[in-house]
């Protein structure tokens, strides 16, 4: 009965990749509920419902602000289990550096980690190195082709091929309906400054990284480079997931969130 109650106590945040939301975590709020789990999914600004749109946000640090204030918000003695997808690792990483007294543990699923030693646009360099493919499609450009692109919005033929190839055909429709772009920001100078982490503070935060071995859009050897850049105290796989773990594997991941959980949390 102890074991069940304190099981209960854990809260599991979710967080979202780029132009998703809240919605695509129903499967794993769920499971993880049924589990007798407390679980938050957020939506970060300009995604799923809410109210902002993107071209509003003139910061990252805007768009990660609903995680940010929900941590700001919760007790003080209150810790929680942070868990990112692709984009939403960066959105981690960040609230790790703001809020590492928050946090048991840290969990990338499938996710950007950048680390104090390991910065952002290195890893957007070496992914899109890597990539088989162009993204070229899936940018926005407000100002004309001859400006950067303003925006990334992932279209039916990018999701069904590079990100849902693996998941069910209902969960792609979905997708389809609900996603939203997702803002650029192009002041590299301004974006280093607001997304650098350090030793003491987010590296004071025990992390753990889910590889997802058919991920097409951040690819295995990608997902392992990171880890080898910026080692995490654990690292897990799920094997046969596509980029959207959540829908292509919600069991396996639900177990492995259960797991870690039971591991580094007290």
């Known amino acids: 009965m102890e074991n069940e109650e304190t099981q209960r106590e854990k809260h599991f945040v979710l967080v979202h990749g780029a132009c998703h939301g809240a919605w695509c975590w129903y499967r794993v709020v769920t499971l993880l509920k049924s589990s007798g789990h407390k679980v938050t999914a957020l939506d970060m600004a300009a995604s799923g419902v809410h109210p902002k749109q993107a071209q509003e946000l003139n910061s990252i640090v805007k768009y990660v602000e609903p995680l940010f204030e929900f941590l700001e918000g919760l007790p003080q003695e209150e810790k929680v289990i942070l868990v990112g997808h692709s984009m939403g690792g960066l959105c981690l990483s960040m609230a790790m550096e703001r809020f590492p007294e928050k946090v048991d543990v840290a969990i990338f699923a499938a996710a950007l980690m950048p680390g104090p030693e390991l910065s952002f646009h290195s890893i957007r360099e070496e992914r899109d190195r890597r990539l088989k493919f162009s993204t070229g499609s899936a940018n926005a450009f407000d ?124």
């Open 143 to 266: 100002g004309g082709p001859a400006l950067p692109p303003t925006a990334l919005f992932l279209g039916h033929d990018l999701l069904s091929s590079k990100l849902y190839q693996l998941s069910p055909p209902e969960d792609l429709t979905l997708a389809s309906y609900l996603i939203r772009p997702f803002q650029l920001y192009p002041n590299q100078a301004k974006m280093k400054e607001e997304v650098a982490v350090t030793e003491g503070k987010y590296g004071a935060v025990r992390r753990v990284y889910i590889v997802c071995d058919q991920d097409l859009m951040i690819t295995e050897d990608v997902q392992r480079w990171m880890v080898e850049m910026n080692p995490p105290d654990e690292v897990k796989v799920i094997s046969g997931s596509d980029h959207m773990v959540m829908f292509s594997k919600p069991y396996e991941l639900c177990h492995a969130l259960g797991e870690i959980a039971e591991r580094y949390c007290p």
